[in-house]
């Protein structure tokens, strides 16, 4: 279908928003993590539209979004102990609880699993979307699929353009990288590292593992089939650079960014530690200096790396605690697991 795509502020848009995902169609919407492509989540029909229109493969489940913590319990059983204390503590919130689904979610929406993803959003207008659409809203992150995850409204603009009726702007996103995907089947395992972070969590429940894929490359069967999929890629090459012998790692990703520039290429660094002085003379992106200020604008640098007409990105390498784990997991992603 080819629609005329229209972006209203979410304020004035969201009742046509519900309107529109109760009638079936699918709506781009603001959460406090990354824009999501929703749909009525008990409508198969209109899930089915989400795969197509984002080019997803059918066995990658998708998060389904609530309004109230207590429908919780209408979607999945057997909910533990430790998982209930877990959605206490962070619902509404950057969390994504994997529970044992009830059979109220259809499974082509959970990718044929015997497990359904509920994530209550910490946005108010997410919340009153979801609230007066009257339903669950099964909602993926709003990009084409392979893409960076879009922070802001021209971002889904640029992937969805034609393919959706309406697009929700609430400005940038706050936490700007995806939920925290946790398995509560069993004792906890992070499946995607996200918004809240294996410390925050373990502060409540002791300790939490992280399951293999995290930072590796996952093939076969994988407790999250999100993980075996090519993601967040920008048309340039994307490369980490990490520090593997005595050279310090300024001094090294300068030396690999003049042999880039020198074979003819356009590389452009991605900083991300306390002094990017380091780089002077060169291009560079300063993401931040904490790993939450890095994960909230790499997504959005790395689209900007293809407007700016990059074809390298360097990325410097960074701590993996905290916030730094679901940094570093969608950075290594995104460059194909390429440390240099
Ligand atoms: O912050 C977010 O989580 C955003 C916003 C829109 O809520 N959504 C999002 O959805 O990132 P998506 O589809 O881009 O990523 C969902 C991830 C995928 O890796 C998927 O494989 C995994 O969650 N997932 C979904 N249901 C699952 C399940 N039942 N078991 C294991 N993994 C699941
Ligand atoms: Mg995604």
Same mark, same amino acid.
């Given at each position: 279908m080819n629609y005329d795509t229209r972006i209203i502020n979410v304020e004035k848009g969201v009742c046509e928003g519900a309107r529109l995902i109760a009638r079936g169609e699918i709506v781009a919407f603001p959460t406090e993590t990354v824009y999501g492509l929703g749909a009525d989540a008990t409508n198969e029909t209109a899930v089915a539209r989400i795969f197509s229109v984002k080019g997803r493969p059918g066995d990658n489940p998708l998060i389904v979004h609530i309004c109230d913590i207590n429908q919780v319990e209408i979607l999945a059983r057997d909910i533990s102990p430790v998982a209930k204390k877990l959605i206490d503590a962070f619902f509404p919130g950057a969390f994504t609880a994997v529970l044992k689904a009830s059979d109220v979610i259809p499974k082509s929406v959970r990718g044929g699993l015997d497990t359904v993803a509920i994530r209550m959003p910490a946005h108010n207008y997410a919340l009153e979307l979801i609230k007066k659409s009257g339903t669950y809203i099964a909602a993926p992150s /709003?990009? /084409?699929?392979?893409?960076p995850s879009p922070t802001n409204a021209r971002d889904v603009f640029a992937d969805l353009q034609g393919k959706i009726p309406l697009i929700l702007d609430g400005g940038d996103c706050a936490v700007g990288v995806e939920s925290t995907v946790c398995d509560?089947? *069993? *004792?906890?395992?992070?499946l995607r590292p996200g918004g809240v972070t294996r410390e925050m969590m373990e502060r409540v429940c002791g300790e939490v593992s992280v399951a293999k894929g995290v930072l590796k490359h996952a093939e076969g069967r994988v407790r999250s089939p999100g993980m075996k999929y090519r993601h967040y890629s920008p048309k340039a090459k994307v490369y980490v650079v990490a520090v593997s012998d005595q050279t310090p790692l300024a001094k090294k990703l300068n030396l690999v960014y003049d042999e880039f520039t020198r074979s003819g290429n356009r590389p452009v660094i991605f900083a991300t530690g306390v002094d990017a002085s380091a780089f002077e003379g060169r291009n560079l992106y300063a993401l931040g200096q904490t790993p939450e200020q890095v994960a909230g604008r790499m997504f959005s640098a790395l689209r900007r790396a293809d407007d700016d007409g990059y074809d390298i990105v360097l990325f410097e390498d960074t701590s993996l605690s905290g916030m730094g784990l679901a940094v570093m997991n969608r950075i290594l992603r995104s460059a194909g697991f390429s440390v240099l």
């Open positions: /709003a990009n /084409a699929s392979g893409r509560l089947t *069993s *004792s906890p395992v992070i």
